[in-house]
C-alpha cells in the first residue's frame, strides 16, 4: 500500500511538471505604429521564449513571413510561378513587402543575425550560452515592416483596408528539431502557443478588429491582449464592414456577409453551427473568435462556385449557414490548436468538410448538388441533377483518381497539387472517414475527431491522437485505414464476379486488390429493404449468405471508396438500362449511358458540316472510350464523319504514368467534290513526371496513318500512302520559361525523314515576352516525284492532314493566308517554297508592347541539285492569344520590303483556332 501510495504521489508531481514545462506559453509585446500613407508598420517587440523541449539550444529560428515579399524569388515568389500567376514576379517593387531589422537584442546585448540563403523569411541566431530545458531568453527587435499589396495572397493592403497575418517576427517551433517552413500562401505557419500584448498607434481613424481582445484608448490608440494564441489575425479598415454577434456564450467577429438574411435569424444559425462544432470538437478555448472572410476565398465551397451566379440555385439563407459553417469550423481549429499543417494535415484539413458533411445530412439532407436546377424540365431527369449535395465530396475525390492526379492523404501539404489540396484530399478524407464511421459504429470516429482535438489543445500530439483513439476504444483492426487508405495512393476496385443461387441461400464470388480492406456488401430486395454485410479477413473469395430475395447487389453501395468505376460493384436480375443523354453527365453505375452530341463545324470544301457523335464517354475520362460522328456536309452534298476507339491505362508504382492506344478514321473533303480517308493506329507511353507541383511531360510514340485520297484525273500527285511516324515529345511549362522539344520520323516507301522542333519562351515583362523556336528537318532518303511530302518554308501540304486549316489546299485567297507554324515557319511567301534534301530555320519574336510584338525568321533551305538558299523575314505580330488568334504584317524579306508592295493586304497572315476545348484548357493552367 505504501509503495502504491509513492508511485501515485510520484506520477502526480511528474504530471504536474509536465503541465509546468508545456503550459509555459512564450510571450511577446510589441510597440506598433501604423503609417498608412508608407503601408509600412513601425514595431518594437519584446519576445520571451522557453525551451519547452528536453534538449539544450544553441541556436534560435525565427520566422518572418512578411519578408518573403522582397523578393521574387523566394520560395513565395517561385511558389506564384508554379501556380501560374506572374503578378508578383512583375509587380513593381513598391507593392512588395520587406522587414527591415533596426536592432536585435538579447537580453540587452546586440547579436548578430542571418537570414537563411534561400528561405529569406527565417532567421537564425547564435547563442552565446545553451538555452536549457525549461529556461527561459528574452529578445528584443526593433523593425520597419512594409505592408505588401493584398492583391498576392489577399492579406495585405488594399482599398482603404489593412488585412493582417503573419506580419510580425516570431519564434519558430522546436519539436524533434527545429520546424522550419517558409510562406508559400498556404496560411499554415506552426507556431508556439503564445501570450500577446499589442499597444496600436494608428496615425488616423480605423476600425480595429482581430481575434484577441481590443480596448479602445481613444479614436487612434488601441490594447489588444491575448492568452494561449496560436493564429494572430488584425483587421483595420476604414468602413465598419465586421458584424458583431453574440451566440452560445462566443464573440463571433466576421466580415463573411454578403446575404441579406437579418442579424437575428444570422444570430440562430450561428448558434446552431458553434452547438454543432462544439459536438465534434468540445468547447472553443477562447471567448472570441474571428472568422475572415479571406478564410472562405480561400477555401470555398466547391458546388456553389461552379454554379453562374444569375442561376442563384441556392437559398440565400443555406448558401450563408453553409459558407459560416466551413469557414467557423476552419477557424475554430486554427485558433485553437497548433499541429504541423505541412507535415500532419490530412485529419486537419479533412474536419471541417467532416463536420460540413454531417451538418447538411442533418439539417439540408434533400438539397441537390445542382440545387433548384434540378427541378428544370429537361434537365432532371439527368444523373447528375439527381445527386445530393454531399455527392459532391466523391465527384471531387474521383477527378484525382480518374485522372491518375491522386496522392496520399499524407502527403505534405507543400507538395500537393492545387486542386488535391484544395478539393479532392480534403473529400477523400471525409469519405474515408465516414467508410470507418459505418465500420466502427459507436460513433467511435466521431469521438476520436474530439479527442484529437482536446489533445492538440493541451499538448502537441498531430494525428496519433486520433490513431490511439481508434485503437483504445474498438477491438476491430484499423491498420487497413492507415496503410491501405491514409498513406498509400493505390486504386481501390471492388467487384462481383457472378452470384449463383442456391435454394434459399446464394453464393456471392467477389473480387478486390485490397485483400486487408474490410467490405460493405448491400443487398436490395423487391421491397427496397436492405441487408448490409460486412465482409473482413476473408480468406476466400466467395461468400454463401441467405437469399432474401433481393434483386441487386453491391460492394461499396454507398460510393463512400472512391473507386474509378463502380460499374462492377453491381450485380442484378435484369439487364441494365440504356440511356441516351444530350448533354455530358456523371456515369450513373445503375445504366448504360450514350452521350448523343449535336456539333456543327466549317471548312472550305465541306461547307457546314451538321453532324451527331454517339459515344460512351462521360464527365470524367473512362479507360475506354468509343466514339462515331457521323456528319452532313452542306457544301459538298455528301455523308461525312469520323471514329476512334481509344484505350488508357493508368499506372500507380511505376515510371510510366499511363499509356494509351487505339484507331481512328475519318472521311472529309480536302478539296472541291474530293475526299480523304484516313484509317490510324496509334499508341503512346506517357511517363510521370518527378514533380507534380511543376510537372514535365515527356512521351514515346507511334503511329500507323493510312491514306486514301480522291485526286482529279490530270493530278500526278499520289493518291495512296501509308505512313508510320516513331516520335518523341519532351514539355516543360513554366510561367516565366516555358521548354518544349520533340523530334520525329516519318517512314514510308518512298522516302523517309527525320524532324525535331525547339521552342523556348520566356516572360519578359507582365505582357511581353521572347519567343524561339528551332526546326532542323532532314531526308534519309527520298525517291518521291514533286514536293507534295517535302519540307515547307511557309505553307505545308498537310499531306498526314493533321493541321486545322480551314482551307488546306488554297493556294490563293484569303484562307491561303491562314498560318500555322510548322515546318519552315515564315511568314512571307518564300523564292524557295519546298525543300526535298533538308531545312533548318530559327523563328524569333519579342514583346514590345503588351500583345504588340517584332518576328524574325531565318533559315537555310537545301533542294537536290541546287545550292544551299538563305531565307529570312521580318515584320509585325499582333499575339492576341498565343497559337489561337494571330495577326502578322510582314515589313521585310526576301522579297524586299513587303510593306511597301502591291497587293499588300494578300501577304498578311492569320493564325485562328476555333477549338473551344484548346481555348478552355488555355486559361485552365495552373490547375
Request: charged content about 25%; overall charge neutral; glycine content about 4%.
Amino acid at each position: 500500500m505504501a509503495q502504491f501510495i509513492s508511485n501515485l504521489k510520484f506520477s502526480i508531481l511528474f504530471t504536474f511538471f509536465i503541465l509546468q514545462i508545456n503550459g509555459q506559453n512564450d510571450k511577446i509585446s510589441m510597440n506598433v505604429v501604423l503609417s498608412s500613407e508608407n503601408k509600412t508598420l513601425l514595431i518594437s517587440e519584446k519576445i520571451t521564449y522557453y525551451n519547452r523541449s528536453q534538449t539544450p539550444l544553441n541556436t534560435i529560428y525565427f520566422h518572418d513571413w512578411n519578408h518573403a515579399f522582397s523578393d521574387v524569388n523566394s520560395p513565395l515568389g517561385k511558389r506564384f510561378l508554379e501556380n501560374y500567376n506572374n503578378k508578383f514576379f512583375f509587380s513593381a517593387e513598391k507593392n512588395r513587402g520587406y522587414t527591415n531589422i533596426k536592432n536585435f537584442l538579447i537580453n540587452g546585448e546586440s547579436v548578430i543575425w542571418k537570414r537563411e540563403p534561400h528561405h529569406i523569411d527565417q532567421i537564425e541566431i547564435q547563442l552565446s550560452n545553451l538555452l536549457q530545458p525549461n529556461e527561459s531568453i528574452e529578445f528584443q527587435i526593433d523593425y520597419v515592416v512594409k505592408i505588401p499589396d493584398d492583391k498576392f495572397t489577399k492579406y495585405g493592403v488594399g482599398n482603404d483596408a489593412f488585412n493582417l497575418k503573419y506580419w510580425y517576427i516570431l519564434p519558430a517551433v522546436y519539436r524533434d528539431g527545429w520546424q522550419l517552413q517558409s510562406h508559400l500562401n498556404l496560411d499554415n505557419l506552426y507556431t508556439n502557443t503564445t501570450d500577446y500584448s499589442i499597444n496600436l498607434h494608428l496615425d488616423s481613424p480605423y476600425d480595429v478588429q482581430s481575434n484577441l481582445n481590443i480596448e479602445k484608448n481613444d479614436s487612434l490608440n488601441f490594447e489588444l491582449t491575448g492568452k494561449d494564441v496560436t493564429d494572430l489575425e488584425l483587421i483595420l479598415s476604414k468602413t465598419k464592414e465586421l458584424e458583431t454577434f453574440y451566440a452560445a456564450n462566443l464573440e463571433i467577429v466576421t466580415n463573411l456577409n454578403g446575404f441579406e438574411i437579418g442579424n437575428q435569424l444570422k444570430t440562430d444559425l450561428l448558434t446552431r453551427q458553434i452547438n454543432f462544432i462544439s459536438d465534434y470538437l468540445g468547447k472553443f478555448p477562447h471567448h472570441k473568435i474571428l472568422v475572415n472572410k479571406i478564410v472562405y476565398e480561400k477555401n470555398p465551397i466547391y458546388g456553389f462556385n461552379q454554379v453562374p451566379n444569375f442561376l442563384r440555385p441556392f437559398p440565400d439563407v443555406f448558401e450563408w449557414d453553409i459558407r459560416m459553417l466551413q469557414t467557423l469550423s476552419k477557424s475554430f481549429l486554427d485558433q485553437s490548436i497548433q499541429t504541423n499543417t505541412i507535415r500532419n494535415n490530412w485529419l486537419r484539413e479533412g474536419i471541417p468538410y467532416y463536420i460540413l458533411y454531417d451538418y447538411v445530412q442533418k439539417f439540408y439532407p434533400e438539397k441537390k448538388l445542382i440545387g433548384t436546377i434540378s427541378k428544370i424540365w429537361g434537365i432532371k431527369s439527368f444523373y447528375f441533377s439527381q445527386l445530393g449535395f454531399n455527392d459532391r465530396y466523391l465527384l471531387g475525390a474521383q477527378y484525382s483518381t480518374h485522372y491518375n492526379m491522386n496522392q496520399p492523404l499524407n502527403t505534405p501539404m507543400d507538395s500537393l497539387t492545387n486542386f488535391n489540396r484544395e478539393v479532392a484530399n480534403r473529400f477523400k478524407t471525409v469519405l474515408l472517414m465516414k467508410y470507418l464511421d459505418e465500420y466502427l459504429g459507436d460513433s467511435i470516429v466521431k469521438n476520436g475527431v474530439k479527442s484529437f482535438f482536446e489533445k492538440n489543445k493541451i499538448n502537441e500530439k498531430d494525428n496519433e491522437a486520433f490513431k490511439h483513439y481508434l485503437a483504445e476504444n474498438t477491438s476491430k483492426n484499423v491498420d487497413w485505414f492507415f496503410l491501405d487508405l491514409i498513406n498509400s495512393k493505390k486504386k481501390i476496385d471492388l467487384k462481383i464476379n457472378k452470384i449463383k443461387l442456391d435454394k434459399d441461400s446464394l453464393q456471392i464470388q467477389f473480387k478486390s486488390n485490397c485483400e486487408k480492406l474490410p467490405i460493405s456488401l448491400t443487398g436490395i430486395n423487391t421491397e427496397n429493404k436492405k441487408s448490409v454485410y460486412w465482409i473482413e479477413n476473408f480468406d476466400s473469395r466467395t461468400l454463401k449468405l441467405p437469399f432474401k430475395n433481393e434483386h441487386t447487389w453491391c460492394l461499396n453501395c454507398d460510393q463512400l471508396i472512391p473507386e474509378e468505376n463502380f460499374k462492377n460493384n453491381y450485380k442484378r436480375d435484369k439487364a441494365k438500362k440504356i440511356r441516351i443523354n444530350l448533354i455530358n453527365d456523371f456515369e450513373d453505375p445503375e445504366k448504360n449511358q450514350i452521350l448523343l452530341e449535336f456539333k456543327t463545324f466549317y471548312n472550305y470544301y465541306d461547307g457546314i458540316t451538321l453532324g451527331a457523335s454517339f459515344s460512351n464517354k462521360n464527365i470524367f475520362r473512362k479507360p475506354l472510350e468509343v466514339r462515331i460522328s457521323p456528319s452532313y456536309s452542306t457544301k459538298s452534298n455528301d455523308l461525312t464523319g469520323s471514329f476512334s476507339v481509344n484505350y488508357t491505362k493508368y499506372f500507380d508504382n511505376l515510371y510510366l504514368n499511363y499509356i494509351n492506344s487505339g484507331t481512328s478514321g475519318s472521311y472529309y473533303h480536302y478539296k472541291p467534290d474530293l475526299a480523304y480517308r484516313s484509317l490510324s493506329f496509334w499508341g503512346n507511353l506517357n511517363f510521370k513526371s518527378d514533380n507534380v507541383r511543376q510537372p514535365t511531360y515527356n512521351n514515346l510514340g507511334y503511329t500507323l496513318l493510312l491514306i486514301d485520297k480522291e485526286i482529279e484525273l490530270s493530278a500526278s500527285e499520289v493518291n495512296k500512302y501509308n505512313i508510320l511516324l516513331l516520335k518523341y515529345n519532351y514539355n516543360r511549362p513554366r510561367m516565366v520559361e516555358n521548354f518544349s522539344f520533340n523530334t520525329e520520323i516519318e517512314i514510308e516507301k518512298s522516302f523517309s525523314k527525320l524532324s525535331s522542333e525547339l521552342k523556348f519562351r520566356r516572360l519578359i515583362g507582365e505582357n511581353q515576352q521572347f519567343e524561339m523556336r528551332l526546326f532542323i528537318g532532314s531526308f534519309l532518303h527520298n525517291s518521291t516525284n514533286g514536293d507534295y511530302f517535302s519540307f515547307a518554308t511557309n505553307r505545308p501540304t498537310d499531306y498526314l492532314f493533321r493541321y486545322n486549316y480551314i482551307g488546306q489546299s488554297e493556294s490563293s485567297g484569303l484562307l491561303s493566308q491562314q498560318f500555322i507554324m510548322n515546318d519552315g515557319g515564315f511568314k512571307s511567301e518564300m523564292p524557295v517554297k519546298f525543300a526535298n534534301q533538308w531545312m533548318t530555320s530559327m523563328n524569333l519574336s519579342i514583346g514590345l508592347w503588351k500583345w504588340f510584338e517584332s518576328y524574325t525568321d531565318l533559315g537555310f533551305a537545301k533542294n537536290k541539285n541546287t545550292n544551299t538558299y538563305f531565307l529570312h523575314d521580318n515584320g509585325i505580330r499582333f499575339n492576341f492569344i498565343q497559337n489561337y488568334v494571330e495577326l502578322y504584317f510582314p515589313v521585310y524579306s526576301n522579297n524586299g520590303w513587303e510593306i511597301g508592295q502591291d497587293d499588300y493586304l494578300k501577304k498578311i497572315r492569320f493564325v485562328l483556332t476555333a477549338d473551344l476545348k484548346s481555348i478552355i484548357g488555355y486559361f485552365r493552367r495552373g490547375s
